[in-house]
């Protein structure tokens, strides 16, 4: 939930009467804008999220079994309609659909690629809410990518799921608006064969419970989250339950094979966390932690509170950098995929901070290292626009955090910091992008930077640097 015009006074079935805005139904115009756009809008990712309504909540009851790999449940899907609509469309790719409610009653549906296209019994009206319930089953399918994202999504293991959404893999086992400009709380009903553990994110509101050899956990999300941070990793897993020196619920996990590094999670997802919060401001969420399991993706995942290695031992910075990710990009999340440096640059910044904390390299010697490395791939790959066939570049990652040093070299350490603080308090649980940042930043500081940010994130080429009678050092 984002952007909900709120129209709460409109009831059930009643139109809108506002002049030009809703014609009479049957007309061809009001039709074309009563039917919810396939995509969110984002230029890059044309196909991904749905125009038409806003989430607020995902109820999610599910039951996994690894031996079929068979997944089977029900999604809940509380919305409001931004314009009225006669048909609109959930993202799902896979998955067999067996019925589809709104508001108790069924709707006719359609499947079209990664297409779930809904059409309700009755149209919509703009600013309504209402709930959608999705009852489907099936293998999910994680998605394979041949250039830069590897595997992801929904990832069957041998002992569950490893379950690592970013950027758009949330649809391989739920039905979603699966977009980061959606954000939304979550419930989830976890049920699993009895010995295993199902980890979702947020806190654990009930269970487990076990009937029949079946167990049922029941997690839940109190704050708004983006559909690729959510997650229902499942397996053998020991795990510890707690809280950080600063009294914030801490939870780590680990497969058998990283058993002796439960502990050692446990302890560093805490006391990191409660630095960043010394650092960037009070942590957005409930709880923290962090999970191992035993599938390599070669990656981690921020997932919202409970950040996820998949099959290695994350040594401090891969923490640091993950849990730094709780405000920048989890809490202040973006809007278009084009400004993922925003999470990217500003996670690999404190891995720089969190070196200099420990006493290792200072952020000015990582940065003066970056900038000699005349052959890095990075001067060819402006961060500021992330593209879509190269998401994750390292640029996105290097050249980004390098971004914010330079900004620290010009604006000072005061000001830095107290823009870091700044971002995380105005667009907490929110959406913001590079434009937002740019105008916060000249605004604290007084200063114009265009040539500085358009140096760092939209020039190619190596930056002479210091730049001359430019650089405050
Ligand atoms: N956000 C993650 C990180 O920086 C990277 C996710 C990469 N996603 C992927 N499908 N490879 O730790
Ligand atoms: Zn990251």
Not at 176 to 192: C, G, I
Not at 208 to 220: D, H, I, M, N, S
Request: with cysteine; charged share 20%.
């Amino acid at each position: 939930a984002c952007s909900a015009s709120n129209g709460a006074s409109l009831s059930q079935g009643q139109r809108t009467p506002a002049a030009g805005a809703v014609r009479p139904t049957g007309d061809a115009a009001s039709l074309k804008e009563a039917v919810g756009a396939p995509g969110i809008g984002d230029p890059d990712f044309p196909a991904d999220g749905n125009g038409g309504y806003d989430v607020s909540h995902y109820s999610l009851k599910l039951s996994y079994t690894p031996a079929n790999k068979h997944l089977a449940g029900v999604a809940a899907i509380s919305a409001t309609a931004l314009h009225d609509l006669v048909r609109f469309n959930l993202d799902l790719s896979g998955l067999h659909v067996d019925g589809v409610l709104i508001d108790g009653e069924p709707a006719e549906f359609q499947r079209s690629g990664s297409e779930l296209v809904v059409k309700p019994p009755r149209r919509i009206g703009k600013g309504e809410k209402f709930t959608t319930r999705v009852t489907y089953s099936g293998t999910p399918k994680p998605v394979r990518d041949s250039s830069n994202l590897g595997i992801y999504g929904f990832v069957p293991t041998s002992d569950g799921a490893f379950v690592v959404c970013e950027p758009n893999g949330a649809k391989t086992w739920f039905p979603s608006n699966d977009h980061p400009s959606d954000k939304a709380t979550f419930d989830f009903e976890l049920t699993v064969p009895e010995g295993l553990t199902a980890l979702a994110n947020g806190e654990l509101v009930g269970g487990p419970v076990t009937a029949e050899g079946k167990t049922t956990f029941l997690w839940r999300e109190r704050h708004p989250m983006v559909t690729y941070l959510a997650t229902m990793t499942l397996g053998e897993f020991a795990t510890r339950t707690g809280t950080t020196d600063r009294g914030l619920p801490n939870f780590a996990a680990t497969a058998p094979r990283f058993d002796g590094q439960l502990d050692r999670v446990f302890r560093l997802s805490g006391e990191i966390t409660d630095y960043w919060s010394t650092i960037f401001g009070p942590y957005p969420f409930s709880s923290t932690g962090g999970v191992i399991d035993d599938f390599h993706t070669g990656y981690a995942l921020e997932n919202q509170t409970k950040p996820m290695y998949g099959g290695f031992i994350p040594d401090e910075s891969i923490i640091a950098h993950e849990l730094a990710h709780q405000w920048f990009g989890n809490s202040v999340s973006i809007k278009r995929w084009k400004d993922l440096w925003l999470n990217e640059g500003f996670a690999t910044y404190a891995e720089w901070l969190w070196s200099e904390h420990r006493g290792l390299l200072t952020a000015e010697q990582i940065f003066t290292g970056r900038l000699s490395m005349v052959d890095s791939p990075v001067w060819s790959y402006p961060p500021g626009r992330a593209k879509p066939d190269d998401l994750f570049h390292e640029s996105v990652y290097n050249r980004g955090a390098m971004a914010l040093h330079a900004l620290r070299q010009r604006i000072g350490d005061a000001a830095f910091f107290t823009l870091l603080r700044t971002w995380v308090r105005d667009h907490a649980y929110g959406h913001a992008t590079t434009d937002d940042f740019v105008a916060l930043a000249e605004r604290l500081s007084g200063k114009n930077l265009d040539r500085l940010f358009d140096t760092w994130l939209f020039k190619q080429g190596r930056p002479r640097w210091p730049e001359r009678g430019d650089a405050a050092r």
